[in-house]
C-alpha cells in the first residue's frame, strides 16, 4: 500500500480479513510494521514476496489451485486419430509461445477471402497490441482516430481507398520496434478509450476520455514483484476520466473541460494519490445525462485471480447534464469483487476460479446499453470476466438493480467474458457474449461466442454458440490453431461506431482468423458468411514477439460500408457485399449524429 494509500486508510480505519487466521489486522495510516511484512513461502512453484496489505488479504483468502502446465502433443494439439485439434482444458497465463506438432514452422504470408476484398491497405502502426479508434467529421471530411495511450495517429478517411496520415503522436511500429518518439503528449498525461458526442448546448463535439492504470509491462506476477504492485497504487497519472471540447480534429484543438477521478471517495486526490483502476475502455456515454465507466474506486476491489493485475472493477454511474461539470451517482459490484468482507470472500470461494491465479475477474467494458435511458432504455447488460453475465435494470442510474446472473463454465487462461453485442436485441430479443485469447497457440481453452436469449430478462439462456472459423479449403493447415498466433474472437467494434449495425450480420475481429462476418438473422442458428483473413506481418513489419497478434480489432462504418481492420502491420479497408458498395464523402449526415 502507497504512503498516501496508508494516510487515507488512517481516516477511514480500514480493514482486512485474512483468511485461514483468526486475528483481523487493522491497516492504519503511519504503520509500516504490516506493510513491510513479506510471505516467504512458496505458492506452488512461486516464491512469495508479497508486501501490499490487499494483494496478501486476497491470497490469504485462497490456495494454490494454478492448473499445470500441459504438454504438447499430448495435453493439447493434433489428435492423430481424428486430426483434429483438441484445446487445453485448462492453462495459466502464458507469456511467450507454446507450440505444438503439426503447426506451422512460419508465419504464413497468404491471405484469404471471401465475400470480402480489400479496398486499401495502410501500414502505418500505432501499436501492434491493441488500439482504440474513433470516427469524426468535421467540415466535410472524415477523420480515423487510431491510438493506445503514448500513441496515436489521425487520418483523413474521407476517401477511404485514398486515406492520409495527418498526424502521428508517440511511436510508429515497424520490425526494429516502436521507434523514436515524436511530438509527445505533454508530461503526465496520454490519450484513453473515447466516445465522442455532439453538445447541442455547445454547438461542438464533446470527447470523454477514460484513464486507467497500465495492464500490462509492469509486473508478471503480484505475488512476488511488490515494487511492479506499488507502482501502479503510485501509477503517475489520471485514475478516471477527461472531458474535451473538440474545436476542431486534431488534439491542439482540444480543450479540457473537466477532469474527475474514478476515486470517489477522494475526488480531490491528484495522479500518484489516487486510488484503484481508473476508468477502463470506452465510456458508455451517449451524448445524454448518464454515462456508465467501467472501474474498481479503490484498492479494496482486489479479488481478482489475474497475475499482473491488481483489481476486479465494477461499474460507475455519473450525471453529465453539464459536461463543464460531472457528477458521481453510484458505485456498483457484485459479491466476490471486495477485500475485507466475509460475505464477499464467501461469495468469491464458491466461484470455481478462485485460486487458478489466472482468471480476469469483474468488468473489463463498461455496461452494455441497447438503449440509452434517456432514449426511455432501462435494461444493461455486464461482462464479467470470471464473475459471468448479468442482467441489469438501469432505469434509475443511481440504483443500478441486478435482474438475472448466468455462472459460465470456466475456460481459463484467456478472457471469459469480456464483450457484449448488443445490435440485434431489438429485432431479436438475444445478445452475443464473447471473451477472447490472451495466449498464443490456442494455449488456453477455445473462447465461444454466446447467443444468449434475454426475451425473458429474469431468466437468461444460452442458446447457441457461434460456429468456429476453419480455413478454406487449399490452406496448408485443418484449424486456425495449426496457423501460429493468437486464435478466437475479439470485438465486434464498438457502439461509437458509424452509423446503425446492420440487422442480421455482425463482424468479429478473430486474431489470425482476421475479421469474420457472421449471419444471426436467425440468432440461434448463427453462420459464417464472409471473412477476410490477412498475412502475417514479414520481419521488417513487426517484432518476432507480437506477430502472432495478427487481427486484433475491428471498427465499422455502417453508414459507409466500410470494415476497418487493425492487425500488427497495418490497417485494412474492407468492403464486402453483404453491407453494400462502399461510398466516399461525409454522408449528408454527419457522425457522430447531431439531433
Known amino acids: ?36 511484512e513479506t510471505a516467504a513461502h512458496s505458492d506452488g512453484a512461486i516464491k512469495i514476496d508479497i508486501r501490499d496489505p490487499v494483494v496478501k488479504a486476497w491470497h490469504d483468502v485462497t490456495y494454490d489451485r494454478k492448473p499445470p502446465m500441459p504438454v504438447p502433443g499430448k495435453d ?71 491510438y493506445d495511450r503514448h500513441n496515436l495517429k489521425v487520418f483523413d478517411i474521407t476517401d477511404p481507398a485514398k486515406a492520409r496520415l495527418l498526424l502521428t503522436k508517440g511511436q510508429s511500429w515497424t520490425g526494429k520496434g516502436g521507434g523514436t518518439v515524436v511530438n509527445p503528449f505533454p508530461e503526465g498525461e496520454m490519450i484513453g478509450a473515447a466516445s465522442i458526442q455532439w453538445s447541442r448546448d455547445l ?32 501509477w503517475p497519472y489520471h485514475k478516471g476520466f477527461n472531458v474535451y471540447v473538440m474545436n476542431g480534429p486534431l488534439p491542439d484543438q482540444w480543450e479540457k473541460i473537466a477532469t474527475r477521478t474514478t476515486d470517489y471517495k477522494h475526488p480531490d486526490a491528484r495522479p500518484g494519490h489516487q486510488q484503484g483502476s481508473g476508468s477502463l475502455d470506452v465510456p458508455a456515454w451517449f451524448g445524454g445525462k448518464y454515462m456508465f465507466l467501467s472501474s474498481a474506486p479503490d484498492d479494496s476491489f482486489g479479488l481478482t485471480e489475474y497475475p499482473n493485475y491488481l483489481y476486479s472493477p465494477g461499474y460507475q454511474s455519473w450525471d453529465m447534464s453539464d459536461p463543464k461539470n460531472p457528477k458521481f ?44 435511458v434517456e432514449k426511455g432504455g432501462t435494461v444493461g447488460f455486464a461482462a464479467m470476466g470470471g464473475l459471468g453475465f448479468y442482467v441489469l435494470d438501469i432505469s434509475n442510474p443511481a440504483d443500478i438493480k441486478v435482474i438475472s446472473h448466468i455462472d459460465m463454465v470456466p475456460k481459463f487462461a484467456g478472457t471469459e467474458a469480456d464483450n457484449i453485442d448488443v445490435s440485434q436485441y431489438e429485432r431479436t430479443g438475444f445478445i452475443f457474449m464473447n471473451g477472447y485469447p490472451m495466449n498464443d497457440d490456442c494455449f488456453e481453452p477455445y473462447k465461444d461466442i454466446f ?22 479449403e487449399g490452406a496448408p493447415f485443418k484449424d486456425f490453431c495449426e496457423r501460429r498466433g493468437s486464435f478466437g474472437p475479439k470485438r465486434p467494434g464498438y457502439f461509437t461506431q458509424p452509423g446503425r449495425a446492420r440487422d442480421g450480420l455482425v463482424p468479429y475481429a478473430f486474431y489470425n482468423a482476421g475479421v469474420q462476418l457472421f449471419d444471426v438473422k436467425d440468432p440461434a442458428k448463427p453462420t459464417i458468411a464472409a471473412y477476410y483473413v490477412p498475412r502475417f506481418p514479414t520481419d521488417a513489419e513487426a517484432p518476432e514477439y507480437v ?13 459507409r460500408n466500410i470494415i476497418w481492420l487493425f492487425t500488427n502491420h497495418g490497417i485494412y ?23
Request: glycine share 8%; hydrophobic share 40%; aromatic share 12%.
Open 1 to 36: 500500500m502507497t504512503p498516501t494509500a496508508q494516510t487515507a486508510a488512517a481516516s477511514r480505519f480500514r480493514h482486512f480479513v485474512l483468511a485461514g487466521c483468526a486475528s483481523i489486522v487493522a491497516i492504519a495510516g503511519g504503520s509500516t510494521a504490516w506493510a513491510a
Open 573 to 595: 479497408a474492407l468492403k464486402s457485399p453483404l453491407l453494400g458498395e462502399p461510398k466516399k464523402g461525409v454522408p449528408a449526415k454527419p457522425w457522430p449524429p447531431r439531433d
Open 329 to 372: 451517482l453510484q458505485q456498483f459490484s457484485v459479491p466476490g469483487q471486495i477485500v475485507g468482507d466475509q460475505a464477499e470472500a464467501d461469495a468469491y470461494l464458491k466461484n470455481p476460479r478462485a485460486g487458478n491465479r489466472t482468471s480476469w475477474m469483474g468488468s473489463r467494458m463498461p455496461i452494455f446499453i441497447p438503449k440509452p
Open 451 to 472: 447467443a444468449i436469449d434475454v426475451r425473458d430478462l429474469k431468466n437468461p439462456k444460452i442458446a447457441a454458440t457461434f460456429p468456429r472459423p476453419t480455413p478454406p
Open 203 to 234: 454547438g461542438k463535439y464533446i470527447m470523454v476520455q477514460s484513464n486507467e492504470v497500465q495492464r500490462f509491462g509492469i509486473f508478471e506476477e503480484k505475488m512476488n514483484e511488490p515494487d511492479g504492485v506499488e507502482k501502479i497504487g503510485k
Open 76 to 146: 493439447y494439439g493434433i489428435d492423430p486419430k481424428t486430426g483434429a485439434f483438441v484445446h487445453p482444458k485448462a492453462t495459466p497465463l502464458a507469456e511467450g509461445r507454446a507450440p505444438f506438432p503439426g503447426q506451422l514452422d512460419h508465419w504464413e504470408q497468404k491471405a484469404y477471402a471471401k465475400n470480402m476484398e480489400v479496398v486499401a491497405f495502410y501500414p502505418q502502426v500505432a501499436s501492434p497490441f491493441h488500439t482504440w479508434q474513433n470516427i469524426a467529421d468535421f467540415d466535410g471530411k472524415r477523420y480515423l482516430y487510431v
Open 547 to 559: 506477430k502472432g497478434n495478427l487481427g486484433y480489432g475491428i471498427y465499422v462504418e455502417y453508414d
